[in-house]
Structure formats: C-alpha cells, structure tokens
C-alpha cells in the first residue's frame, strides 16, 4: 500500500496528458517512435483505461537526458590534453 502511494505521488495531476500523435509533434517525430518508447519502457506513460497518454514532464525529462552540449575548443592543444 505504501509502494502505491510513492507511485501515485510522482505524478502531478496538473501535467497535460499527450497522446502519440500530440507527443511526436512534441519530439518532431512521427507517432511511432513515441509507441516504440512506451513500449520499450523507456519513458513514463499513464494507463486510462486502454488508453495511453504521456505526461508532458515525461518528454521534458526524456529530451533533458538526451540533450548533448557542445565542446569548446579554444586551441588544438587543450582538446589533446583532455
């Protein structure tokens, strides 16, 4: 009982629900790659009913872990000595 209260407290009720086609146009991908993810478990989703939705947080979270920064180089020696 308590494990489901953890769980049911990481959601906020306050976050838009996406559905796959709402999501991809969030990722600028097509909708299947957002299924390929859910179904990967690799980003959280909300069961309703035998409806899938995406919490909004989810892809912020999943593009924020993605997100690549770039490298300053300010010579050819400092990239060797790191």
Do not use: C, H, W
Not at 24 to 49: C, S, Y
Not at 60 to 82: M, Q
């Amino acid at each position: 009982m308590t494990n489901r209260r953890k769980q049911t407290a990481a959601f906020d009720p306050d976050d838009r629900l996406l559905t796959y086609a709402q999501a991809a146009e969030v990722l600028n991908t097509t909708p299947r790659f957002p299924r390929r993810l859910v179904e990967e478990r690799r980003i959280r989703f909300v069961k309703v009913g035998r409806f899938v939705r995406i919490p909004e947080s989810a892809l912020r979270e999943y593009i924020a872990a993605g997100l690549v920064e770039p490298v300053t180089l300010r010579g050819y020696y400092s990239r060797r000595a790191a």
